[in-house]
């Protein structure tokens, strides 16, 4: 299966995993049940489009891979984190993490704008109006189209 995951370049970047490729960063924080139920979904070894978001420069910025299917969120359970959660507990923990590896940092970001215009992306959620998940699931074909996007100079 694929996905896209958005980020705050700030907080996790495509650099991030690049920097350090052989580590597994954590994919912690996500507070929307939609978003939790897909990152619950990821399978090992599925692919993930790493996209920055809230940032100068939107767009696909490269690919990661899951190295570790979804776990209790530890920032849930950390009062001094921004991602606490005084309803979650160990044993009914509400919010979940994966763990990702790089795989691919693209010569550039596949902007937004870009995306947008492609009619074979139409039915993509990240395109949609209002849509504002940070964890979606992408189809093999539109996998293949932003793919192609972002391997072409």
Known sequence: ???????????CSIDDFA????????WEGVRNYQARNFLRAAALDDLVLIYHSS???IGLAGIARVVKTAYPDPSQFQPDSIYFDARSSATQPRWFAVELIFVQKFPSV???DKLKRSSKLEQLALVQKGSRLS?????PD????????ATKE
């Open 55 to 57: 940032c100068k420069l």
């Open 142 to 149: 539109e996998w293949q189209v932003m793919l192609a996007m």
């Open 110 to 112: 596949v902007p937004l």
């Open 19 to 26: 920097n350090n490729p052989t580590k597994p960063i954590v």
């Open 1 to 11: 299966m694929y996905w896209l995951y958005k980020t705050e370049p700030e907080e």
């Open 135 to 139: 964890v979606m699931p992408v189809q």
